[in-house]
Nanobody
């Protein structure tokens, strides 16, 4: 019912930027809490950012603070993750997931940052 589809991943050099998209199958206004996650090869999946529709405050992991920004476009039913000053350590498969209401995991989108 609550389905988010990630896209926008690709290859980028260190210091570059990339914007990921998270498109909702329904209206994005029905999502109260969502999170951006990533999983690097051989690593645990980690929370990158958490967005609350009822608040202007957004949680960011320490590793991405000042570099990543979450935004949304209600008309396009899309949530974005703007990633700036990318580092090789940012290389991972990125996922978006609705947390309230609870949604399913998608296939993710690959982000590769070269040195």
């Amino acid at each position: 019912q609550v389905q988010l589809v990630e896209s926008g991943g690709g290859l980028v050099q260190a210091g570059g930027s990339l914007r990921l998209s998270c498109a909702a199958s329904g209206t994005i206004s029905a999502i109260y809490v969502m999170g951006w996650y990533r999983q690097a090869p051989g690593k645990q999946r980690e929370l990158v950012a958490q967005f609350y529709s009822s608040s202007t405050a957004t949680y960011y992991a320490d590793s991405v603070k000042g570099r990543f920004t979450v935004s949304r476009d209600n008309v396009k039913n899309t949530i974005y993750l703007q990633m700036n000053n990318l580092k090789p350590e940012d290389t991972a498969v990125y996922y978006c997931k609705s947390l309230n209401p609870v949604g399913a995991w998608g296939q993710g989108t690959q982000v590769t940052v070269s040195s």
